[in-house]
């Protein structure tokens, strides 16, 4: 049974960083794609960015571009989003998932990832 567990989120100023992090457990992950989500109130649930296990492959959504960093420690079995500039806008649930096999051309789809985190809270005060 595959588990993503998330944390690392809270309250912070705008210009500020918070770094989240995916625990995953379950399987080995080789082969899979892991992708950072966020859905704020009111919005649908947006791609943020995403990983290849592997090879560490990343994707950004344009609004990440440039502050925003994924990478994952094979060792920990753990993804990490490192948020840097942030700004109300950003906040959000941030939302950690994964499945195998998850095409390049489809992975910003939500409907791509079979396995799902409960989701941690982001709040960015202006």
């Known amino acids: 049974q595959v588990q993503l567990v998330e944390s690392g989120g809270g309250l912070v100023q705008a210009g500020g960083s918070l770094r989240l992090s995916c625990a995953a457990s379950?399987?080995?992950?080789?082969?899979?794609?892991m992708g950072w989500f966020r859905q704020a109130p009111g919005k649908e649930r947006e791609f943020v960015a995403a990983i290849t296990w592997n090879i560490g492959r990343t994707n950004y959504a344009d609004s990440a571009k440039g502050r925003f960093t994924i990478s994952r420690d094979n060792a920990r079995n753990t993804v990490y989003l490192q948020m840097n500039s942030l700004k109300p806008e950003d906040t959000a649930v941030y939302y950690c998932?994964?499945?195998?096999?998850?095409?390049?051309?489809?992975?910003?789809?939500?409907?791509?990832?079979?396995?799902w985190g409960q989701g941690t809270q982001v709040t960015v005060s202006s």
């Open positions: 998932a994964a499945n195998a096999q998850v095409a390049l051309a489809t992975m910003r789809a939500p409907l791509e990832y079979k396995y």
């Open positions: 379950g399987r080995t992950f080789s082969g899979y794609t």
